[in-house]
């Protein structure tokens, strides 16, 4: 593996529909919905910016025209490119598009979620477990919404889906650092519609590949649903 110093470039998805946020923004691409009159993706980059990110990726589709008109090719000094679906590919399509031609590890970042990560400390251990594909973790009991995983003492994801009866679990945060030569190992090629979640890592486990996940006990929000768009105000960083 080649592997950086650091980690520079960050690939952010922001092509989904955004649907269950239809009756509060129902002209706008999910990661534009204001807070604060700020879109949540300003929030989200500015936090990675300050982390040493200095080149973002967008993954885009459903109102594409909105973010690329907001931001255009650079945003505070930080290069930005745009991977277009012509047609909605899905997270993991979307993530194959936008990965095309990446060299070293990168970020993943769903558009709709912000989480507190020390990307220093998520490298380390990216790292230190020889890891191809790595997840940022966090608590949850809200086991409608995220489903809990189990993980191993040493950090391997040994399932997606929990099979214990637990209160409390560790689901995924939504921030992955992923190395190249994982993709190497998938069936799905650049063009293909694939859910990441659902498909794109059923399909590299079964090739093969093992996952780990970190545990990060930050601030964590998902503004996918009305009630938790309207808590985002209280969670992200002014």
Known sequence: MNNPKKITTAIILAGGLGTRLREIVS?????????RDRPF??????????????HFILSVGYLKDIIIDHFGNMYKNIPIEYAIEPDPLGTGGGLLMAAKGLKTPFLVLNGDTFIEVDLNNLYEFHLKCKSMW??????????????GMDVSP???????????????SLANGGVYLIDPLALKLLDFQVGDRASLEDELL???????????????????????TPEDYHQAIDILPN
């Open 154 to 168: 040493n950090g391997e994801i040994l399932s997606l889906k929990s099979e214990l009866n637990k209160s409390i």
């Open 27 to 35: 002209d706008l691409p999910k990661p534009m919905v204001p807070i």
């Open 134 to 147: 790595t997840f940022s973790l966090f608590r949850t009991g809200k086991f409608e919404r995220y489903m």
């Open 202 to 224: 059923s399909n590299f486990i079964s090739n093969g590949g093992v996952l780990h996940g970190k545990e990060f006990k930050g601030k964590f929000i998902d503004i996918g």
């Open 41 to 54: 993706l300003e929030y989200q980059m500015d936090y990675w910016i300050n982390q040493g990110i200095s």
